[in-house]
């Protein structure tokens, strides 16, 4: 079976610091993989997605990038925060199944910015 | 950017109740889907619902599409305590190079007393 594993679960980071969030995805291959961002009280907004390897589409301009080093990791970073990257941030999966776009979840990792 | 607007934004009811979400989005879609997500975690993915389709069930949930109305509605039967938990409808992008990354609305939260 598929399982999604997203680290770290939580971080305290100061404003100017770097980040690194990873997420991998087991038991599949060239898997569709997404990164969101949920700011309190507000819906998901999609940041990055990749449908392959080395391949990352931005969906919004930002303080953030990706890279997807290898076929089942993507990896979200930030050479400098700022104080409104805190949210919680949820990285997904899914088949490229066409139009039956069902996406799988990590359990997020919150990030609060100082 | 945010596809499906979710109507109310807030519900609470008592156990045993029908608890009815509605979501309205702005563009054609492929399918809509409904996912809930406890507090603090990653959104589970609960139904998916077609373009062609009218209705549909899943256990104690129904949905059903109004396609000509660009609606949903997501009716959780005889509510428990454990249905506490925020429900977000999702539209698809519908672009093949995106990996059809879905859109989210802002959510309803469903707060279920015993």
């Known amino acids: 079976s598929q399982t999604i594993h997203q680290w770290p679960a939580t971080l305290v980071q100061p404003v100017g610091s770097p980040l690194s969030l990873e997420c991998t995805v087991e038991?599949?291959?060239?898997?569709?993989l997404y990164w969101y961002r949920q700011a309190a009280g507000r819906g998901l907004q999609l940041l990055f997605y990749?449908?392959?390897?080395?391949?990352i589409s931005s969906e919004v301009p930002q303080n953030l990038s990706a890279s997807r080093p290898q076929d089942r990791q993507f990896i979200l970073s930030s050479k400098k925060l700022l104080l409104s990257d805190s949210g919680f941030y949820l990285c997904?999966?899914?088949?490229?199944?066409?139009?039956?776009?069902?996406?799988?979840f990590g359990a997020g990792s919150r990030l609060t910015v100082l | 950017s945010q596809q499906g607007e979710e109507d109310p934004q807030a519900l609470s009811i008592q156990e045993g109740e029908n608890a009815t979400m509605n979501c309205s989005y702005k563009t054609s879609i492929n399918n809509l889907q409904w996912y809930r997500q406890n507090s603090g975690r990653g959104l589970v993915h609960l139904i998916l619902?077609?373009?062609?389709?009218r209705e549909k069930h899943s256990g104690r949930l129904r949905v059903t599409l109004d396609t000509s109305k660009k609606s949903s509605s997501l009716l959780i039967t005889a509510s428990r305590a454990a249905d506490t938990a925020s429900y977000f409808c999702a539209t698809a992008a519908g672009r093949s190079n995106s990996g059809y990354a879905l859109n989210f609305g802002k959510g309803t939260s469903l707060l279920v007393t015993p």
């Open positions: 038991g599949t291959s060239n898997p569709n």
């Open positions: 997904a999966w899914s088949y490229d199944t066409g139009r039956a776009n069902v996406l799988t």
């Open positions: 990749s449908v392959g390897i080395g391949q």
């Open positions: 619902i077609r373009s062609n389709e």
